[in-house]
């Protein structure tokens, strides 16, 4: 290979690493609306509803239907209609991800 391909080829696994790195960050910043309520991590403190490592399936289908209004709630079907069904699935995987509370 010669060095410029090879230079090019780091350049664009290097951006390819940033723009990961980029995503995890926000999907954070999304999960930290729902710490008040679920917990740092979606580690609850007992009497609120723990995500983490939670059913990934099962955590997305309930989202969406809070959002569609299927399933009843006091106020997940409100904040449920602040994501894109694609933030939703974000969301459901980043919870999902994260180690049960010992
Ligand atoms: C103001 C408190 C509050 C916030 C903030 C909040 N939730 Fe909830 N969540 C609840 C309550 C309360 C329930 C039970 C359903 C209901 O009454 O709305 C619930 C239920 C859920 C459930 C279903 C749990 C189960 O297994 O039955 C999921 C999944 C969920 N929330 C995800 C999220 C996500 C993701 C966010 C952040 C985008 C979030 N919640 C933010 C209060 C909150």
Redesign the pocket.
């Known amino acids: 290979m010669k060095l410029t391909s090879r230079i090019l080829l780091g350049c664009t696994l290097a951006l390819g690493a940033t723009l990961a790195q980029a995503q995890v960050a926000q999907i954070k910043v999304?999960?930290a609306?729902?710490?008040?309520?679920?917990g740092t991590n979606?580690q609850a403190l007992p009497g609120?509803?723990a995500?983490a490592g939670?059913d990934k399936a099962?955590?997305?289908q309930?989202?969406m239907d809070?959002k569609s209004g299927r399933?009843?709630?006091?106020?997940?079907?409100q904040?449920?209609k602040?994501?894109s069904d694609e933030?939703?699935q974000e969301?459901?995987a980043y919870?999902a991800a994260q180690p049960k509370k010992q």
């Open positions: 999304w999960a609306a729902c710490a008040n309520c679920h979606g609120n509803e995500l939670k099962e955590m997305l309930k989202l809070f399933k009843p709630a006091t106020i997940m079907h904040l449920s602040g994501y933030q939703l969301l459901a919870f």
